[in-house]
């Protein structure tokens, strides 16, 4: 299948996911310019991590605007699967794709180090090779990933059973240890651990391949 | 600032034939400086050795380079940053990262790793600690704010506090990229008449006379030189990285170099004094963004993220091209001329002319006076050493103290597995990175050892290349190529002075023995602050290369395995011991000389330990280094599976479990009669300790326990021992 990885100025995972995709999971995948207003014939599209336009105003405040963001909207508005990753995931927020706030984390603080993640629901393109409550080591490395939301958004994501993956050791004091979530269509998912990261088996943990391995089969099985 | 002397002058006008003007004159100042024409060290720097079959790039360059196979190769230099980040911490910090970035880079290096080494005074200071604290956070801060941003992994380093860095810490950088044989770009202003092209970040007045400042002591009047210090934007760097890296492979550019240290003035002397040319430039085209900026300005300002580029002419527009897709300016600002000058126009008019060899090349060199005995801060008598009354409370002492206990908060804060390329990060003996385009890995480690340096400039400088490389050789991988930084005094007092000269030709002869050429670094002196000058503190920064896979680390794995000590126990008395750390921390003294070295000896403990990575039978292997047999033990334990040693009570319990003998490496194994093999076969020792267990560290001196302490409990004060420091003690 062909993943789109999309690229600002400023990313700096856009081939740490490539690679993985390319290389650990033998997928084709693609780099979008973010002046590009086409996805070209991407089956799914990454907003990888890194710092879009610098990140200097809030993280993701400038790429929302960006001509590859509409691009990517209507992608999703289409049903296309899209994965946010870190500063993807600030992106996804700021772009009103997904619900909620990516604050500044709880120490103030960049955090890097391996998390684990908890999967909480397999009701999802990103998770439906996984098992419900599977535990995945994967890292995290942000200074923005502290997860907010009003109460009654929160709610709203537990009852539609939208909060994809926790933490176990919650590093950033996101508000119920949200480290990811998906929309109402289920079909964009945002998070701010490196499943990219965690794919290789030199990089000591290759725990976040089921998040890639999901949609590459929930991509296979839609076109069966 | 420090301005021209009075014969530096009468060179100047000589070589000018006239009376320089006010922009002549400051231009010569900066390039002059200690820090841009290292005029106080330069023949001693010549001892050094340079060379190898791996080195295609050696000193002079912005960067050393050196072969890695597959017609690949590697660039890599370390750089200080030490006045600024006083003077403002975050910022000088993050400005340093960014600084040695472009060194790299400009080489048509992609950067793919980050160390750092970091001193400072002591956190519990009880005048200065405050402000130590502060500067800590600001540094660290710094650094993780830049390279985060940028994208390259920080993974290593050291990070030491003494007294003596209490007005004066110290911030050494060194950075590593990667390219292929045929990518390698020189700072050189080639072919008359080619366009000279200035690409990046506005010129602001920001940074100006920072290069002279870094060849000043600090004195009061220091803490008004925060408008010397730039302003980073790492992600302005990463754009110029990958617009440089674009338009390098256009094939239109012919030479490009960074402006660092003293901005427009230096990229453009040195690029047309390596290539034998004159450059002009007229100051009206530099995009500029501030107004009413003056040519001394214009040429001196150390506004951080740009870059000089001779194109091939004709060729420009391919250039210009990579730079607008990326939104960054490029505008030719001047031509490549064949008079071998430095032509600065304003408007058309003549502000400056200089020849560019005279200017980059021809600074002064001083043989200061240095007939003296170093200064040594301790005496060389031993004192009284008593007997312990509670090795194991000395043990948790050293293991919670700043200098031993574990650096995560640092750590945690730097980004370390960006472009996915990291088999070892913070924490081991060496950090690995692997090229994924070939199947070898590079290893790094950085290291200084001030103390050992400040008893034996000499001696304290082969060690730290003997531990450098033995940190390389731990992790399996072969020491080749080395960076160095000088962190001194003021050089203009003879016993100052001596301890450069002594630990030059100390770090020359053992990078001569251990076949590890120094292929560029940096010199920092004038680091005294209100008349106090820093330890001599040389940091190393040495490579290895090793085949791609699972690294060996630290920690022991599984319980039941042998644990063996390579090299042996080793050699002290007490003079040796009064550079340890049980002696800075326990008995709050320091004498006598570091420990002994033989280099002979390390050289075949070395080799052995390589082989045993290489052949897979180190489950696990920590090279001894401060703090001696007993912490590198409690640092085994860091995986929560603990030991049970016995040593040979031939040696008083302080001096076996503490004393810090070089030549050593800790290993767990399944197989020992194979690593005693190979340790024979390398005429080494390599006594069996005891064996791995669960829970506990116990390590018995013959019929006696010495130390008895639960996994937990060693694990509990050093992990946690920084950030208890950091902790607000009084609100």
Redesign the interface.
């Known amino acids: 299948m062909r993943f789109g990885v999309v690229v600002f100025?400023?990313s700096?995972?856009d081939?740490?996911a490539w690679?993985?995709l390319s290389?650990n999971l033998g997928q084709q995948a693609e780099f979008i310019w973010h002046d590009s207003t086409s996805l070209g014939n991407a089956d799914a599209v990454i907003l990888p991590?890194?710092?879009s336009?610098?990140?200097?105003l809030r993280c993701g405040a400038i790429a929302k605007f960006s001509p590859v963001m509409s691009a990517v909207r209507k992608f999703a508005a289409d049903g296309g699967l899209v994965l946010g990753i870190c500063n993807g995931f600030q992106i996804l927020v700021e772009s009103g794709l997904l619900p909620g706030a990516l604050l500044r984390n709880a120490g103030l603080?960049?955090?890097?180090?391996e998390v684990t993640l908890r999967i909480e629901t397999t009701n999802t393109p990103f998770t439906a090779s996984a098992q419900r409550g599977q535990l995945i080591r994967v890292?995290v490395?942000h200074?923005d990933g502290c997860y907010f939301a009003d109460t009654r958004t929160l709610d709203m994501l537990e009852a539609e059973d939208r909060v994809v993956v926790r933490y176990i050791d919650n590093p950033n004091g996101s508000l119920r240890d949200i480290a990811g979530i998906c929309s109402e269509r289920r079909n964009v998912m945002g998070l701010m651990p490196?499943p990219?990261?965690a794919s290789?088996?030199?990089?000591g943990s290759t725990e976040g391949r089921v998040i890639l391995e999901s949609m590459i089969q929930s991509v296979v099985a839609a076109h069966a | 600032m420090s301005d021209l002397t009075v014969s530096e002058l009468d060179k100047v006008r000589s070589i000018l034939k006239r009376e320089p003007n006010e922009t002549e004159r400051g231009i010569f100042t900066v390039m002059w400086s200690e820090h841009c024409s290292y005029k106080s060290s330069r023949i001693h720097l010549k001892k050094l050795p340079t060379r190898s079959e791996r080195v295609l790039v050696g000193p002079g360059e912005n960067a050393g380079i050196i072969d890695i196979g597959n017609g690949y190769a590697i660039a890599f230099k370390i750089e200080s940053h030490n006045h600024p980040s006083f003077i403002e911490p975050f910022q000088g910090a993050a400005t340093g990262v960014g600084g040695i970035l472009r060194d790299i880079f400009t080489m048509g290096a992609r950067p793919i790793a980050v160390l750092d080494a970091l001193r400072f005074g002591p956190l519990d200071d009880p005048a200065a600690g405050d402000r130590n604290r502060r500067i800590l956070e600001g540094v660290v801060?710094g650094i993780?704010?830049y390279g985060?941003?940028?994208?390259v992994p920080t993974i290593g380093g050291e990070t030491v506090f003494e007294r003596c860095y209490n007005g004066n810490p110290l911030v050494n950088v060194f950075a590593l990229g990667v390219f292929k044989h045929d990518e390698i770009f020189f700072g050189r202003a080639s072919g008359i008449g080619n366009p000279v092209i200035y690409v990046g970040a506005k010129t602001g007045r920001d940074g100006i006379h920072g290069a002279s400042m870094a060849s000043s002591e600090f004195t009061e009047e220091s803490k008004q030189k925060r408008p010397n210090v730039q302003v980073g934007?790492?992600?302005?760097e990463?754009?110029l990285l990958?617009a440089c890296l674009e338009a390098m492979h256009t094939g239109a550019i012919v030479g490009i170099q960074d402006m660092g240290a003293a901005g427009l003035t230096c990229s453009t002397c040195e690029m047309g004094s390596r290539a034998g040319t004159g450059v002009e430039i007229d100051l009206a085209l530099v995009p500029q963004r501030e107004t009413g900026m003056t040519p001394y300005e214009i040429m001196l300002s150390e506004s951080q993220e740009r870059m000089l580029i001779v194109a091939e002419k004709g060729r420009e527009e391919e250039v210009f091209a990579v730079f607008r897709k990326?939104?960054l300016d490029a505008v030719t600002i001047g031509r490549v001329t064949g008079d071998g000058k430095l032509r600065v126009k304003d408007r058309g008019v003549v502000a400056a002319e200089i020849p560019n060899r005279e200017l980059a090349d021809e600074a002064p060199l001083y043989d200061r006076p240095h007939n003296v005995a170093p200064y040594r801060p301790a005496p060389m008598e031993a004192p009284e050493i008593p007997a312990s009354r509670h090795l194991k409370a000395d043990l948790l002492k050293l293991l919670g103290s700043s200098d031993l206990c574990s650096k995560r908060w640092i750590?945690?804060?730097?980004?370390?597995?960006?472009?996915?390329n990291?088999?070892a990060g913070p924490g081991g003996d060496a950090a690995i990175v692997?090229i994924?385009e070939t199947g070898t890995s590079v290893a790094m480690s950085v290291d200084g050892n001030a103390r050992y340096c400040a008893l034996s400039p000499r001696e304290g400088a082969r060690l730290l290349v003997a531990e450098c490389c033995r940190n390389l050789s731990t992790v399996g991988a072969l020491p080749v190529a080395a960076t160095n930084n000088l962190n001194f005094g003021n050089p203009e007092r003879p016993e100052i002075m001596a301890q450069l000269v002594e630990s030059i030709e100390g770090i020359a002869e053992a990078c001569r023995f251990f076949e590890t050429p120094i292929t560029g670094g940096n010199v920092s002196l004038y680091n005294e602050t209100l008349g106090e000058a820093i330890w001599p503190t040389p940091v190393m920064g040495i490579v290895g290369l090793l085949p791609?896979?699972?690294p060996v680390t630290i920690p022991f794995k599984e319980e039941g395995r042998t644990v063996m000590l390579l090299g042996g126990f080793g050699t002290v008395d007490t003079v040796r011991f009064g550079g340890t750390q049980y002696a800075k921390i326990v008995l709050n003294k320091m004498w006598g000389l570091p420990p002994a070295l033989d280099m002979e000896y390390e050289k075949r403990v070395q080799a052995a330990i390589r082989e045993v990575v290489a052949q897979g039978h180190a489950e696990s292997s920590h090279d001894l280094g401060e703090g001696g047999l007993a912490v590198a033990l409690a640092e085994c334990c860091s995986g929560g599976t603990g030991a049970h040693v016995d040593l040979p009570a031939t040696l008083r319990p302080e001096f076996a479990l503490f004393h810090e003998g070089p030549s050593r490496v800790l290993i767990s194994t399944g197989h020992p009669e194979a690593v005693e093999a190979i340790a024979r076969q390398h005429k080494v020792a390599c006594p069996r300790l005891g064996v791995t267990m669960t829970g506990a560290l116990r390590i018995d001196g013959g019929a006696a326990t010495w130390i008895d302490c639960r996994v937990e409990q060693l694990m509990d004060v050093w992990q946690n021992g920084l950030e208890r420091m950091l902790a607000p003690t009084h609100v």
């Open positions: 100025p400023g700096n995972c081939h740490d690679y993985a290389h991590g890194g710092f336009y610098g990140d200097y603080r960049f955090v890097s180090r890292p490395a200074g490196h990219e990261r290789d088996p030199l990089m | 801060g993780s704010h985060n941003c940028f994208g934007d790492p992600f302005m990463k754009l990958e990326w939104g750590w945690q804060q730097y980004d370390t597995t960006v472009r996915t990291t088999l692997r994924k791609t896979a699972p």
